[in-house]
């Protein structure tokens, strides 16, 4: 298989043991000379003969747990064991060992890519994402927010994500990496490259649609509530400190606004009216 980028990830598998790169997975892939985070060099195994009748084991958001030292990563998901071992800036040698009962790469890719976007000082954001072709608007926020509803109303011709997003600051530009999952929308979806973020837009439901810009502890705290990360295992302290600093560090980076909308669907699965979504 050849090296991909998915969720700020290179993927380099020596050999992939027959599991395949699931269809939805691959709509959010993108050619290894995408922008990156880091690099993982991954072999894989299989741990058991047999997944028990009628499992499911793969999985795009399924609690992973790490634990990280100076230089390893040991990360648990279900149906996933593996070992992240960093060989320089930015790049790491992995072994993964899979449940037998798993046909594609799912928990490989998503684990990973949660993992080590954290690792390299990134954020996942729940987050479903528009754009012009040339930059990215992430429309955050928890589970019920309103997101994929916001994004049907945007007015939008194009989406980028509908579940989650990889964000990081690079070189003075804030990276974004879709995350696969989320509920389809009557849209195009976008897959030319990686694109830069513009702003983050807190969306929740109210009568009277109405914008805001939010500043500070403010705007940190619209971030934080919409994000995911691993869990550390007897680190959950650092973690939160780690999750609020990063937060801060966005919101300094780029606008960040709350907006209020019915976002009621329409009888056809639309949105009930065009929403206005600030850009700058």
């Not at 390299?120 to 012009?132: E, N, P, R, V, Y």
């Not at 995350?179 to 389809?184: D, H, K, M, N, V």
């Not at 680190?235 to 300094?252: H, K, V, W, Y």
């Amino acid at each position: 298989m050849e090296p991909f980028v998915f969720g700020g990830v290179r993927f380099e598998l020596r050999d992939a043991i027959g599991l395949e790169l699931d269809a939805e997975d691959a709509r959010y892939c993108f050619a290894a000379d995408a922008p990156s985070l880091a690099t993982l060099e991954l072999d894989l195994e299989r741990e058991r003969e047999n997944a028990s009748e009628g499992e499911s084991p793969e999985h795009r958001d399924a609690g992973i747990t790490w634990q990280r030292g100076p230089e390893r990563i040991d990360l648990r998901s279900r149906g996933l064991a593996a070992e992240l071992k960093c060989s320089g800036e930015g790049r790491y040698l992995g072994r993964a060992r899979v449940d037998a009962g798993q046909r594609t790469l799912t928990t490989v890719m998503n684990a990973a890519a949660c993992a080590l976007s954290y690792a390299s000082g990134g954020l996942i954001l729940h987050a479903a994402a528009i754009t012009d072709g040339q930059r990215a608007v992430a429309l955050i926020g928890p589970s019920g927010a309103g997101k994929t509803t916001a994004l049907r109303q945007s007015g939008a011709a194009r989406f980028y994500a509908l579940d989650r997003i990889s964000v990081a600051r690079r070189g003075g530009r804030v990276w974004a990496w879709p995350l696969a999952g989320g509920e389809e929308v009557d849209r195009q979806q976008y897959r030319e490259g990686v694109l830069e973020l513009a702003t983050l837009v807190r969306v929740g439901r109210a009568q009277q649609p109405r914008v805001e810009r939010a500043t500070g502890p403010a705007a940190m705290l619209l971030i934080r509530e919409s994000t995911h990360a691993p869990q550390q295992r007897g680190l959950e302290g650092e973690d939160e400190a780690n999750l609020l600093e990063r937060a801060f560090e966005l919101s300094t980076a780029m606008p960040v606004y709350r907006l209020w909308a019915p976002l009621e669907r329409g009888a056809d699965g639309t949105g009930a009216s065009s929403l206005s979504i600030p850009w700058e």
